[in-house]
């Protein structure tokens, strides 16, 4: 079966449905969401906690009352939202569904891919030991426990410390788990400040820092797990029947690398300009597809920028056919985005991250020949965590040559 | 269960991995009762679950021995077993690389040991062809030997589809069900176990790991096994166009080393190792293993070792401290020991259990032949076969086989509860992975496990403290 759309979008999380919305407020005619799961919203769907809402909606919300506003918006505008439908297929001319009425293909002259980021698991992190049940990333746990209602355990370990963790946290003491080791290889937390502190206090579970989960052991669930120090090579074990992952967001890319579109090697994204523009003329990117990761109003308005280019290239304009320039990243620098760029037209903003902690850095636009550009000193940087640019660095980038952004 | 009750049985089979599957399928289409014992809660959880999971063609072999000709013979049964039961096999061919020149002086004995093994399709290529067939493979390839028959394959699904047929065909399987001890009474075995009591006239061992063990309990002393650990690293599905066919080191006389080699499943294998265990049930991976693969797969392959890795886990080979497969029948007992199958197990299942039942008739076997029933057709896992979710007929029949509840591997609501309901059904999460591919893809359950263990505590009417290890 073969349909038509003006725009598909692939995932109804947070940065798809407010990209779709925006879309109909725009006046193009005919937007689908096509959302795998049987509920769209995406990840809010199961963060209970407020806070989500502030920049986009100007309110402070729980995660699954978001989601629900989220849907409600883009329903009222006319959105048309296909659940519980995979996309299995996309190409620059459409996309390819499975669901319970079948295989169908939907044409379309734009499509925006949404899917989102994901945590990395225990194999991509590479964690010897047993493979037993009760090992669980922040996801998974949150799904477990607030949609599914099943119980989790009694006695967990959070390895890592970025803002998702102390969420898991959360979750854990919503499900009446204890958690008794927070542990992230790196030397400091790298969520807000006081992180460290309110896990002390609110849940009781000691943060260690520069520890590494040497192995899970057990036999059919989690009986306990060898903690290191990696300075001074202390090993010890803690009992315990859970260990929750979290955090290390990849982006889930497999549809866009399928595609063929260009892919960044900092982000593991799709390479795209500041409006979520790729290599493929028809093919867009919003949200946490883009790089890993901001929170849900965050992806949101950015949506919204990706929306109304796509909406003023189907209705009033083509895409520009000026020459693009990619950016590579050196350094402790792990990314920055937008790292596509059309050439001379530097992005309003930009974003970057770094793989270590840094302190007094300059970041600096350079030629492919070595000249700087532009440079400004960047007080300091924690990973996992986004910053913005300093605004005289972003101004330079992809003009005058400038293709290489480095840290010294 | 109730002490009194005792099982009675023509031929009783002690493991429910590929080779007891394999021999209770077999037995299947003789006019006798059999039983088979595992210890497990489910088919396939010991060394017949984690492997490399290629259909061999016996190059490689040690010829004359039981294991080349169980194997080469093993190979054309399972091959066309797999055929017919709708399982996954691709014929990916294999290149067998060196990587210096006393590596690729070797090669032409390496021909002419396929060719004794009954092999003779190999063709030697050298460095410049090796790039061409592999262009991904690290520098220094000094010349190669393709194999072109060495085929990857769904290892579960083939000892699912035995049980299946097995099971369909009226054998009896007890799962958890351990074997303590064993007695000969009035010519019968007498076997105690932790749930029943089963008299059998025969008696066959294919315990794996247990073999020694078993064969002990039956007063014989022939072999020691020898676990020895495979740990292996299964990498992402982006990462399966980089390789062609399973890329295989120059072996040594210990292993046949580190190999690369795609899955049916649509993902790329990084091992295995090869070190000496112990503990029968140490198949935990290990920070050392683990690091030695990827320099291996660095050295071998370095894109790979830029893809994300989706699973990583070990297992254990039932060797011995003899080369070959210890199957071996004593006179005046009607037991047959079929143990220290190793790695090559699967491949040779088929032809292993025919083997075995020719002892059996040279022992006074007598059972006469029956019509076999017909070969159960599989659910199909493999990336090359039409997948539940491809299938729009079969949507259009019943719309479940639409609905997909693990993304990463594409696995519907359909398959899951087929899994859950079939005459072998799952029996817990590990077994459901097996039989459907839920759980076992990139994100590790990040956005389908807490639905799949949900809708597995519906159907199975099991709470999911007991599903995930939480009542133990």
Redesign the interface.
């Known amino acids: 079966m073969s349909t038509a759309a003006d725009v598909v979008v692939v995932g109804g999380g947070p940065a798809g449905l407010s990209a779709a919305t925006r879309l109909r407020e725009r006046g193009v005619e005919h937007v689908v969401v096509i959302e795998r799961e049987s509920v769209a919203g995406g990840v809010p769907r199961h963060c209970v906690h407020p806070g989500f809402g502030l920049r986009d909606l100007h309110r402070s919300l729980s995660g699954p009352r978001y989601a629900q506003e989220m849907v409600r918006r883009a329903l009222s505008r006319g959105v048309q939202i296909a659940t519980s439908t995979t996309v299995t297929d996309v190409d620059e001319a459409g996309v390819t569904l499975t669901s319970e009425r079948g295989i169908q293909r939907i044409d379309a002259r734009a499509i925006i891919m949404a899917t989102g980021a994901r945590e990395r698991p225990r194999p991509a992190r590479t964690v010897p030991g047993d493979r037993p049940a009760g090992v669980f990333t922040t996801g998974q746990l949150q799904q477990w426990t607030y949609i599914e209602e099943l119980p989790v355990g009694r006695r967990a370990v959070v390895v890592g410390a970025e803002h998702v963790s102390f969420s898991a946290i959360m979750t854990l003491r919503h499900a009446g788990v204890a958690t008794v080791a927070v542990v992230t290889e790196l030397a400091h937390h790298q969520s807000v400040r006081g992180a460290g502190f309110i896990s002390r206090t609110y849940a009781r579970a000691p943060l260690y820092t520069g520890t590494r989960l040497a192995e899970i052991r057990g036999r059919r669930r989690v009986e306990s797990v060898v903690l290191e120090d990696l300075a001074s090579g202390r090993v010890w074990t803690e009992s315990v029947d859970t260990v929750v992952f979290t955090g290390d967001w990849i982006p889930d890319n497999e549809l866009a690398r399928r595609v063929g579109v260009a892919m960044d090697p900092g982000t593991r994204g799709p390479a795209t300009d500041a409006v979520g523009r790729t290599s493929i003329d028809t093919l867009y990117v919003a949200g946490n597809l883009m790089h890993p990761v901001e929170s849900a109003d965050v992806v949101a308005v950015g949506a919204r920028d990706v929306a109304d280019t796509v909406a003023a290239e189907l209705l009033h304009r083509p895409p520009p056919s000026r020459p693009w320039v990619t950016l590579r990243c050196e350094g402790p620098l792990q990314w920055i985005w937008p790292n596509r760029l059309l050439v001379g037209q530097a992005p309003p903003y930009a974003r970057l991250r770094t793989s270590a902690f840094t302190t007094a850095t300059q970041l600096q636009a350079v030629t492919a020949g070595g000249r700087v550009v532009a440079a400004d000193t960047l007080r300091r940087t924690t990973p996992q965590r986004s910053l913005r640019a300093p605004a005289r660095v972003a101004a330079a980038l992809g003009r005058d040559g400038a293709e290489i952004v480095r840290l010294v | 269960m109730s002490e009194s009750l005792i099982i009675e049985a023509d031929v009783a089979v002690i493991g429910a991995g590929v080779v007891g599957c394999a021999l209770a399928r077999e037995l299947a289409g003789f006019d006798c009762a059999v039983v088979v014992l595992e210890q497990a809660s489910d088919i396939c959880e010991g060394t017949s679950k984690a492997n490399t999971a290629i259909l061999h063609t016996g190059f490689d072999c040690v010829p004359g021995t039981l294991e080349s000709q169980l194997v080469h013979r093993g190979y054309e049964l399972l091959a066309q077993y797999a055929r017919d039961a709708n399982i996954a096999l691709d014929t990916t061919g294999a290149v067998l690389v060196a990587w210096d020149e006393e590596q690729a002086a070797s090669l032409p004995a390496m021909a002419k040991k396929a060719r004794d093994n009954g092999y003779d399709a190999t063709v030697a290529l050298s460095a410049s062809q090796v790039y061409e067939l592999e262009p991904h493979l690290g520098e220094g390839v000094t010349g190669g030997l393709r194999v072109p028959g060495e085929s990857i394959i769904d290892p579960w699904s083939v000892v699912a589809a035995y049980a299946t047929e097995a099971v369909r065909a009226g054998v009896q399987l007890h799962l958890g069900t351990r074997v303590q001890s064993i007695r000969r009474e009035d010519g019968r075995y007498v076997l105690t176990t932790t749930s029943r009591t089963v008299r059998a006239k025969w008696l066959l061992n294919a315990s794996g790991l247990s073999s020694s063990d078993i064969d002990g309990l039956c007063d014989h002393h022939d072999f020691t096994i020898q676990p020895r650990r495979g740990e292996l690293i ?1 990498f992402d ?2 990462s399966r166009s980089l390789v062609n066919s399973i890329i295989l080191p120059v072996p040594t006389a210990r292993t046949k080393g580190v190999l690369i080699s795609p899955t049916v499943f649509g993902n790329v294998l990084l091992g295995p190792t090869a070190d000496d265990v112990s503990d029968p ?1 140490a ?5 050392d ?2 690091s030695r693969l ?1 320099a291996a797969g660095a050295r071998i392959m370095p894109a790979l070792l830029a893809e ?6 070990a297992g254990l080979r039932a060797a011995s401290e003899y080369p070959d497969y210890q199957v071996r029948r004593h006179d005046d007992e009607n037991y047959v020991c079929v143990g220290a199958i190793r790695s090559t197990g699967l491949t040779a299942s088929m032809a292993l259990a025919q083997y075995v039942v020719a002892l059996m008739a040279e022992g006074g076997f007598d059972a006469a032949p029956v019509a076999r029933l017909p070969v159960p057709v599989m659910a199909p896992l493999g990336e090359t076969q039409r997948r539940r ?2 299938d ?1 007929e079969l ?2 029949q019943n ?2 086989y ?3 509840v693990c ?2 591997e ?1 696995v519907s609501e359909g398959e899951i509860v087929d899994a859950l309901t079939g005459d072998v059904a799952a029996t817990g ?1 590990s077994g459901l992975r097996r039989r459907t591919r839920a759980m076992n893809g ?6 389908c ?3 799949v ?2 809708m597995m ?1 519906d159907i199975t009417g099991r709470d ?2 007991s ?4 009542d ?1």
């Open positions: 299964v599905k982006l049930e198949t935990a991976t290990t920070r293993g683990l990827r994300e890795t989706t699973a990583a886990y979710y491809l729009d949507i259009a719309p479940t639409g609905h997909v993304h990463c594409r999460l990139r994100c590790q359950g990040f956005y496990a807490a639905r263990v949900a505590a999911v403290a599903l995930t290890g939480l133990s």
